[in-house]
């Protein structure tokens, strides 16, 4: 599984260095952080509401579909933020087994 996001992490930071007509990854850079991060919160959106979909018609096609897109634009936002794929999976890694209220709990409260 690791492997696709290892690619993509590949691709996504190639297209850094790209010409803005040159691809859609590329284009977005050149757009900067807020057109991405605006992307991000299209996808999010777009999934939440294929989901309810799925919910009522039983047919997760489209949330499958909406959830990659989703994936591949915060994909696009850690790679413009200096960040790879593998710091999620390590992240979520160190949460496995843990019980989803003791790790909140010991995140930093903010003010």
Not at 2 to 11: G, N
Not at 13 to 27: F, I, L, N, Q, T
Not at 54 to 59: L, Q, R, T, V
Request: glycine share 6%; hydrophobic share 40%.
């Amino acid at each position: 599984m690791s492997d696709t996001l290892t690619r993509l992490a590949e691709v996504l930071e190639a297209r850094k260095g790209a010409a803005p007509d040159s691809s859609y990854v590329a284009s977005l850079y050149h757009k900067g952080l807020n057109k991405i991060l605006e992307k991000v919160g299209e996808e999010s959106i777009e999934t939440i509401l294929a989901a309810k979909d799925a919910a009522i018609n039983g047919d997760c096609s489209d949330l499958i579909y909406e959830t990659a897109d989703l994936w591949f634009h915060s994909l696009i936002m850690l790679a413009a933020l200096g960040q790879h794929p593998q710091a999620v999976l390590d992240e979520l890694d160190r949460r496995f087994g843990l019980s989803g209220h003791v790790e909140k709990a010991a995140r930093p409260t903010s003010d």
